[in-house]
């Protein structure tokens, strides 16, 4: 299999450090087993556009502001993110908004980079499958639960790696058999329908939202500098109250690390007596 890598970068010297990394990754047993790594270059925007205009690529290196111009014309492409320490909190915004990953830039090594370009390429092709109708809930356009278990699951280990907190949530709309008992199960569906795209729209692009179970929902919101745990929860929760949908959460935090199941099971317990509340 052979890995397209595009790499902008327009210090000289930060590229030339940057392929030589590269270069030794690829000619090293672990990974040429897997996979060839062909790299391709880029100083400017404007080179890094025509290459993406004109050649496949499967992977991007690159920094936070070269990426919001890629998020408009390569969003099939997934993104790594080349930072100085002091773009720490940019970087993980723009986690949350789409990019795969991110790494100081002064300290990229081979077996740091190496992991992060093999989780962004599996994260990006379950990200795409999750897409195909085999893995969204027909009813919803949603994820289903099978494939909201794998992508969240990367999500919880992504976010224990940049030490980041991430929220689960479970929501359930109120009043689901009352409906389908007086008015049938197609005004049941119908509210379900609304909800999720209720659901859907508060969420960012790389926040997960899927239907885990029939009138059930689960979502998971990376915290950021710009909206802490607590305010995603203030937000969702004050949104969802005029649809009639509660919310109960979990928030995993990397300094005490839990499994996803048990984030669920939390996420429930604090859903319970919302929910039997709103009913």
């Given amino acids: 299999m052979v890995l397209r890598i595009l790499l902008v970068e327009s210090d000289p010297k930060d590229a030339l450090f940057l392929r030589d990394v590269l270069n030794e990754m690829d000619a090293a047993p672990c990974w040429s087993d897997w996979v060839h790594l ?7 925007w404007s080179d890094a556009a025509d290459i993406l205009a ?5 992977l991007v290196l690159l920094d936070p502001e070269t990426y919001r111009r890629t998020q408009a014309s390569a969003q099939h492409v997934p993104a790594i ?25 002064q300290q990229v090594d081979c077996i740091p980079l190496a992991h992060a ?8 092709r379950l990200l795409t499958s999750a897409r195909a109708v085999s893995m969204t809930d027909q009813l919803t356009g949603l994820l289903n639960r099978t494939s909201f278990l794998t992508l969240a699951n990367r999500d919880r280990k992504l976010a224990e790696r940049v030490r980041c907190r991430l929220m689960v949530m479970v929501a359930e709309p109120a009043n689901l058999e009352t409906l389908a008992s007086t008015f049938g199960e197609q005004r049941r569906d119908l509210a379900l329908v609304e909800s999720a ?3 859907r729209s508060l969420a960012g692009p790389a926040d997960l939202v899927a239907r885990i179970e029939p009138g059930r929902f689960a979502l998971t919101v990376f915290e950021s500098h710009v909206e802490s745990a607590e305010e995603v929860w203030a937000r ?8 009639k949908i509660s919310f109960g959460a979990a928030v995993f935090d990397p300094e005490r690390p839990i499994s996803l199941d048990a984030l669920l099971e939390q996420a429930s317990l604090d859903l319970a007596p919302k929910a039997n509340a709103a009913r």
């Fill in 117 to 124: 370009i093999r989780s962004a390429v599996e994260r990006h």
């Fill in 54 to 58: 004109t050649e496949p690529v499967d």
């Fill in 236 to 243: 969702m929760h004050s949104a969802a109250a005029a649809h």
């Fill in 38 to 44: 062909e790299v391709l270059q880029a100083s400017t």
């Fill in 81 to 105: 993110l080349l930072v100085e320490p002091s773009g720490v909190p940019l970087a993980e915004q723009l986690v949350r908004d789409g990019a795969q990953d991110f790494l100081i830039k």
């Fill in 197 to 199: 795209d209720h659901l």
